[in-house]
C-alpha cells in the first residue's frame, strides 16, 4: 500500500519528488558517464546502494526500486499496476501530477 490517502499527501510524495528531480537534472545537467564519488551533489540518502555512484541518466532508466525504500516487492506488486516500472515512469505518472497541481491550485482558489 503506499499510504497516500488524500490528494495532499499523493502531491507531496518524496518518491514522485525524487524522481522528478533526478528527471529534472537527467535533462538539463551536464551529462557524464558516471557522477563522481565526490560530487557536491550527494543524494545517496535517496538511492539504492547499486546506483548511489550511476549517472542521472542511468538512475532516470533504472528501476523504480533504485529509490532508497522501494523494494523489488513493492515495485513489483504496487507500482507495477500503476505502470510504473522505472525512475522516469514514476516521474511522469499523470497521477502525482494532477495531485501536484490539484494543492498548486487550491491555493489560490477564491473563498
Not at 539504492?48 to 523504480?64: C, N, R
Request: charged content about 20%; aromatic content about 8%; proline content about 3%.
Amino acid at each position: 500500500q503506499l499510504n497516500l490517502p488524500t490528494i495532499d499527501k499523493m502531491a507531496t510524495c518524496k518518491y514522485y519528488h525524487i524522481a522528478k528531480a533526478i528527471q529534472v537534472m537527467a535533462e538539463t545537467a551536464e551529462v557524464t558517464n558516471d557522477r563522481p564519488t565526490l560530487s557536491t551533489m550527494n543524494i545517496d540518502q535517496a538511492l539504492d546502494k547499486a546506483y548511489e555512484t550511476q549517472s542521472f541518466q542511468d538512475i532516470l532508466h533504472a528501476p523504480v526500486s533504485a529509490l532508497q525504500g522501494i523494494t523489488d516487492e513493492k515495485a513489483q506488486t504496487l507500482w507495477k499496476t500503476l505502470g510504473v516500472h522505472t525512475v522516469q515512469d514514476l516521474a511522469n505518472l499523470k497521477y502525482f501530477h494532477w495531485a501536484e497541481s490539484i494543492v498548486t491550485l487550491g491555493k489560490y482558489e477564491g473563498k
